[in-house]
């Protein structure tokens, strides 16, 4: 957990029945988030204590700080006139962005993971079996996640909603507005609460057009311009490199440049040098950060007597297609030469 974090949360009580989770206080903005305040420039109002429904955010997640201050003027915004929508490539850090918010925040988080076969019933909840006090076996209400943070407050995610198909989208504009929703299955209608947030995750606005994100659909004009978007890219070289020191002290410095090299290279080759994707024939295969993290992990794990290649192969070769390996090794070869096939040991030697 990073001190900004800590110092949001040094109020968090034991989770009680008695806990008023909605109390609010004022913070200095900088104790929370020093990425973008400095002191005493902005008071914040925060969850004085922990929901148990926050979750702890990536320790290896470093926000883009010009997006951060983005999506930090439409959380404190005076109303909330449209859900916020974070859409860019996978592993741009979209969902990790939102966690990285709410858990400075000490806001609770609900995540409804939007798929093409979800229904609009599925996506209210249902009616479920359960036993009660006496053993006896009854019928209970399960609002689904999307609902639960729309009666009860907090941060209200749609991972993915570029996947949602016509019958959920029609189903979702009161929800948007931020409206009285009527949930048909259980005959209710419930109202937005106070404290209640909505964002939204795609790899696409909608245009239901992508070459790359097949299972994309396209989403109705009203419900795309309900949302207000902003654009999630890769990290800079910088920002990578320091992540992975960060993680792997151990590793030299000169492999942890091949490593961000590897995946820019990739990137472009997938994406172009601009990022646009304006590519005639673009690698299907995306090398995020997280895959950077998880190839520095597994190299540490799997010793000095093993390559980098091989926990490359663990780690990411799986993503990439058959008919994709000879330029993928191509690229790996362009960067590395020989030196991703040696034994790490060999590599360490020369630092």
């Known amino acids: 957990m990073s001190n900004a974090n800590s110092i949001a949360q040094k109020n968090v009580t034991p989770i009680s029945k008695d806990i008023d989770f909605n109390l609010m206080v004022d913070v200095d903005g900088h104790e929370i988030f020093p990425e973008v305040f400095q002191k005493n420039q902005m008071k914040l109002k925060v969850r004085k204590n922990r929901h148990p429904f926050c979750q702890e955010s ?16 439409w959380w404190f915004a005076p109303q909330q006139l449209k859900p916020l929508g974070l859409v860019g490539e996978t592993g741009t850090g979209k969902t990790e962005l939102l966690l990285f918010i709410a858990d400075r925040l000490n806001e609770p988080v609900h ?4 798929k093409s076969g979800l229904s609009s019933e599925k996506f209210e909840g249902g009616m479920e079996l359960t036993t009660n006090a006496n053993g006896d076996v009854i019928t209970k209400r399960r609002f689904s996640k999307a609902a639960t943070g729309y009666q009860h407050g907090g ?22 507005e931020g409206k009285p929703w009527t949930l048909s299955s259980f ?3 419930i109202n937005k609460h106070a404290n209640c947030r909505i964002a939204v995750t795609a790899n696409t606005t909608g245009s239901g057009s992508s070459d790359r994100y097949t299972t994309s659909q396209r989403l109705d004009q009203a419900l795309r311009s309900r949302i207000g978007w902003l654009k999630t890219a890769f990290p800079e070289i910088s920002v990578e490199l320091n992540i992975l020191q960060t993680n792997f002290p151990k590793l030299p410095l000169s492999i942890l440049q091949y490593m961000v090299k590897t995946a820019n290279v990739f990137r ?10 304006d590519v005639d024939t673009p690698l299907g295969c995306i090398f995020s950060t997280r895959t950077l993290v998880h190839w520095g992990f597994y190299m540490m794990c799997f010793g000095t007597s ?18 994709e390996v000879e330029i993928v090794e191509q690229l790996l070869q362009r960067v590395w030469g020989d030196e991703l096939h040696k034994p790490l040991k060999e590599l360490l030697l020369k630092k």
Do not use: W
């Open 58 to 73: 990536d320790k290896n997640y470093v926000p883009d700080v010009n997006t951060l201050k983005k999506c930090l003027a």
């Open 111 to 114: 995540i409804e993971s939007i």
């Open 155 to 176: 941060l209200v995610i749609l991972d993915e909603i570029d996947k949602a198909n016509e019958d959920l989208q029609s189903s979702m504009h009161m929800f948007m």
């Open 187 to 189: 005959g209710l209608t």
């Open 268 to 277: 472009d080759e997938a994406l172009g040098q601009d990022r646009k994707g």
């Open 306 to 323: 093993r390559s980098p290649y091989e926990s490359l192969e663990f780690t990411f070769m799986g993503s990439v297609d058959d008919d």
